[in-house]
């Protein structure tokens, strides 16, 4: 189901036939250093984990990680969305891209959209951000949004605590499809 798209871009739900791209994704080498091993090392471990994370996030929910395409291609370049973590308090933007896709805008693009689109649609009005501290790339573009780094936190059960960002500014509104 598409949720949101922008001049370039349509963001939607997961589907179980994205488990190849999905596996690709979380086996990057830059996902693996900043996001971290999830032990999904087939295609149907990435399947898997599509049903029991983001399908079941929009199941209870109505949001979660929405794959990232360019409209009109519909080539898969990364994911974008919003999780709801257990352990924090704030509904938290994710995004990761493949690395041949990086350096284009679209992290940025995808990301503004999502925030737009929580605020207008889902009426959430502070959203969270968590980031490896040594992930420049994804800082810079946290701050070009417009969220400041609020404190480190340290997820369960990993070690190494990460940077939290937040915003409660306005956004622009993406053009929503329901």
């Known amino acids: 189901m598409r949720v949101l798209e922008t001049e370039r871009l349509a963001l939607r739900w997961l589907e179980h036939a994205d488990a190849r791209f999905m596996h690709e994704l979380v086996n990057d080498p830059d996902w693996l250093r900043y996001i971290g091993e999830r032990g999904i090392h087939s295609i149907d471990a990435a399947r898997d984990y599509i049903i029991g994370g983001p399908r079941d996030m ?14 009109g291609v519909d080539t898969a370049l990364g994911i974008c969305g919003l999780i709801k973590r257990d352990w924090l308090e704030d509904v938290d933007l994710g995004f990761a891209f493949l690395a041949r896709f990086r350096g284009y805008g679209y992290a940025y693009e995808a990301a503004s959209a999502t925030l737009g689109y929580a605020q207008s649609a889902l009426g959430l009005n502070r959203i969270a951000a968590i980031v490896s501290p040594d992930n420049r790339d994804s800082r810079r573009l946290l701050a070009r949004l417009g969220m400041r780094l609020e404190r480190m936190v340290k997820p369960p059960p990993d070690a190494q605590e990460v940077c939290m960002y937040a915003s409660t500014r306005s956004r622009p509104v993406a053009e929503v499809h329901r």
């Open 58 to 71: 929009y199941a209870r929910l109505g949001f979660g990680l929405y794959l990232v395409e360019l409209k």
